[in-house]
C-alpha cells in the first residue's frame, strides 16, 4: 500500500493517477474526503487525515509501505512531521519519498528551503529509508497570474532578471511515482527541474508569442509584493517566505538546470512553451 498525502493537490492528483494506472494499492490522506472522492480515481482509497491531529495517523498509516510525503511549508511544519515520521515507523512504514524544495538546507537564507532542510534531516534520523524531491519553482505558479494576464497582458514580481529552472508539476509527480515503486532510489536526494532556466520576463515573450499578442512582466519591489499578496488574503508567513525565495532568484541563486527528470523518466522533461501551449485558454482573453 503506498499513502499519498497531499493528494488533492496538483501534484498529489496527478500521482495518484499514475500510480493506480501501475495497478499500484493507493490511498489518500486528505482533511475533505467527500471532495477528494470527486477529485481522485475511484480505485484510491480515501481515508480522513490531518497534520495536526496525530491521533488519525494509526489509522491512516496501517498496512502502508511507502509514502508519499507533501505538507505546505509552515512555521510548525517540522514539528507536525516529526509525530507523523514517528507514527509511520511504528506502523511499519519502509519507504518515505518526501516533497522538499529547491535549495534545502537547514542553514538556508530562506525560511521555505530552511524548513525543509530542517525536516529533510528530521527524515533520515528516524530511521525510515527515504528519497527526497527537490524541485525548482513550478510552471504551474504561473497560472495564478492568468487572470490578469488575460485581461491587461501584464503581471508583476519581485523578481528581476533572476532566472528559474521551472519544472511541470506532472514531471515532479512521475518522478514520485517512479521513486515509489522502483528500487534504488532510498538515500538520494534529487534536484528537478525542467530544461531550461527562464527569467519572468523570458516568460512574458514566450506568451507574448503564445497568445499573438503583447504580454509584460513588471519588476516591483520585494514590499510591494507582500502588500499585494497579503491584501489578497495569503498568509502573512507564506507572503514573507515567498519574498524571500524570490529575492534569491533577483541574486541568480535559481538559476540551476539539471539531467535528472530525463535520466529518471526516460523522456525530456517538459518545456515551458509546451506548459503554456496546453494552458493557452487560462491566458487568453475574450478577443484574442
Known sequence: ???????????????????????????????????ARTMLPSAVEIVAGDYRHPAGFATVLADVEKVFLLQVPHAGMVTEQRAFLEAAKMAGVKHVVRMSSLGASPSARARIPRVHGVAEKQLESVGLAWTHLRPSFFMQNLLMHAPQIASVGRFALPTGNGAMGWIDTADIAAVAAVALTQPGHEGRAYLLT?????SHGEVAQLLTEVLGRPVVFEDESGDEFVRRAVAAGMDAWMAEALNELYALVRAGLAKVVTPTVSQLLGRPARTMREFLEEHRPQFQSATD
Open 1 to 35: 500500500m503506498i499513502l499519498v498525502t497531499g493528494a488533492t493537490g496538483r501534484i498529489g492528483r496527478q500521482l495518484t493517477t499514475l500510480l493506480v494506472a501501475q495497478g499500484a494499492r493507493v490511498r489518500a490522506m486528505v482533511r475533505d474526503p467527500a471532495r
Open 194 to 198: 525542467g530544461p531550461q532556466a527562464l
